[in-house]
Each structure stands twice: as C-alpha cells, then as structure tokens.
C-alpha cells in the first residue's frame, strides 16, 4: 500500500466533533478545476448537501473548485492515491487511467444530448462503470461537461480547412490529439488550469469546450471567435477514492451513489440552462458565433474513424450508435 493510502485509510477512521455532545463529523474532500458557479460547482454542490442531509450531518463533504487541488490528472492521481477524497473530472483526461472510457471522445459519436445520456444510464455506461476499481478508482455516477464547440482568436472557422496550422490546444487526450492533426490543426496538450494564462499570451491560437466552460471561465475576453462545431460530447465522471469507499457502510455507500446521481441531474440541468443563455452571453460580449458545415467535418474526421474501430472495435462503437431507450 502506498503513503498516500495509508494515510487515506486513517484518514477516514478520523472523526471531527464540536462540543461535548455535538455528533462526529466525517470531513471529506471533493475537487474539480471549474468555477464554483460552474456546471461542475453546481453539481459537487448537490452532491455535498445530499450526503449531509441524508447521513443526518455524519459525514461532510467540502469542496475545493478551481483547480485547487490540482489540475484533472493530478485530481485523478488523488484520487487513485487517496490525498483527495472525491472529484468531479472530464473523460478527456479519464482515458489515460481507464482507457475503455476514451470510446465516449469518438468525434460525432452522440447524435445530441438525449442520445448521449441515455447511452451512459444505460447498461452499457454502467458496464464503464464497473471497470474503474481495477485502475484503483471508483466511479459513482456520470455527470456532464457537454458538447464542445471550437474558439480561437485567429479567424472564423466553418470548414476544417480553416483550421490548418491553428495552435489548439487539447486535453491530455490522445484521441483528441489525433482528432485535431487528422482536421489539419496543431494540437497542444495543456492542462485547464493554464489554459486561461496559454490563450492570454499566445501560447496558443484557440481551445475546445462546451459553450458553458467558455463562459464560466471568461475564454470571451482571450477569444474572438466560436464555432459551433459539436465535435467532441464531453461526459463528466464523480470519483471517489476506494480506501474511502471501502471504508464505508453498505447503507452509506448507496448514499454517496445517490448523492453522485442528484448531482449528475444537476449538472445536466445547469448545462441546459446555460447551453440556451450562453450564446447571447458571448455574442454580448464580443465573440463572433459562426455556424460550421457539420458533413465536412464528419468526413475530414474519416481516419479518425478507421483508428478507433481497431482500438475499441466497430460492434462497440455500433452499439453506440444504435442505442435507443
């Protein structure tokens, strides 16, 4: 067993009281590298206050936003390790820790956000599911982060050729990598928490995340310009560590599933709210929303295709593609 742990498994024999009467309290430590008015925010909030509520008060979960401890690979290394409780990450840096997930950052995969839910409450995201406590992991729930749209601050971009040479940066991702050089771009991989610093000095020319991300983390005031491209469905995952996990009670356990699926609705539903306000948010504000020749796109991403089929295998990928409710 390594340090972290150890420390992780005495950690959670610890307990916090105040006043001699007053009930122990449990304290523990939920991360993620957006906004605390986020989609991610909201969600890690409803999880806090479900697990509170439902444990009587036993068991507090605190949140740490922003990056706070760490970027989401460092989160998911935490995680792994115990130095961080719980985390709510992106599937683009889950796929180096639980390669199976990178199937969910084909491009063009989800046909729209009721396709890509269902597919993942289904069996065949709670069979995903099920292969995290091999990576030392514990995966509670699916969440949302949404369909990503580029933005750049070169030039509007409709056709992938309008791409080429563009520095883009990437998620930690190899298949988002692939994607971008297969589109004729220059991907590179930067974490979140330095992209904000990567765009302001030209590190790179533009980046990709769902339009409530572009707004929550102010990439108007660094970008000029959003295309409405959908490439990539970009999931979400609430992750806990399992010397936590496997030091709770069966009861508890179903809470902090049920607590992980009250904040995957909420997640869910703040982007919806914002995916309908955040495109007069951002043309408000400056940017130039163009629409993209989607077909285009479909058939430069081809190789992409190919690629995927022989690293996931093209029964899985139809799967997806042929799952209906």
Not at 40 to 58: H, I, L, Q, S
Not at 296 to 313: I, S
Not at 318 to 323: A, T
Request: proline share 5%.
């Amino acid at each position: 067993m390594t340090l972290g742990r150890c420390f992780a498994a005495l950690l959670s024999a610890v307990v916090f009281g105040w006043g001699g009467g007053a009930a122990a309290q449990t304290l523990f430590k939920m991360g993620h590298t957006l906004t605390a008015g986020s989609h991610f925010g909201v969600g890690g909030a409803a999880f806090a206050e479900a697990v509170a509520r439902d444990t009587g008060g036993r068991f507090r979960v605190q949140l740490y936003p922003d990056g706070t401890l760490g970027a989401e690979r460092e989160l998911l290394e935490g995680v792994q390790e115990g130095s961080v409780d719980l985390a709510i990450v992106s599937t683009g840096a889950v796929g180096i820790f639980v390669p199976e997930t990178q199937i969910t950052d084909i491009p063009f995969l989800f046909r729209n956000y009721a396709h890509a839910r269902s597919v993942l409450d289904g069996p065949i995201g709670q069979e995903m599911l099920a292969l995290f406590p091999k990576h030392d992991l514990i995966a509670l729930a699916w969440g949302e982060n949404g369909f990503r749209h580029l933005t750049n601050s070169v030039r509007p971009v409709r056709v992938p050729d309008d791409l080429k040479g563009m520095k883009m940066r990437t998620m930690q991702n190899s298949l988002h990598v692939l994607t971008f050089a297969t589109l004729g771009a220059r991907p590179i991989p930067i974490p979140f928490t330095e992209l904000y610093s990567a765009l302001e000095q030209h590190a790179v020319d533009g980046q990709e995340n769902p339009t409530p991300t572009v707004v929550k983390s102010r990439f108007f005031e660094v970008q000029k310009y959003l295309s409405l491209t959908g490439h990539f469905y970009s999931p979400a995952l609430v992750l806990m560590a399992p010397a936590r996990w496997n030091a709770l009670s069966d009861s508890d356990r179903e809470i902090f599933r049920h607590a992980a699926k009250l904040a995957a609705i909420a997640m869910r539903n703040e982007v919806d709210r914002m995916e309908r306000d955040s495109l007069a948010l951002l043309r408000s504000a400056g940017m130039e929303v163009t629409l993209v020749d989607q077909a285009l796109f479909e058939r430069a991403v081809t190789p992409v295709y190919a690629d995927c089929a022989r690293r996931f295998g093209q029964d899985r990928i139809d799967r997806i593609i042929k799952y209906r409710e």
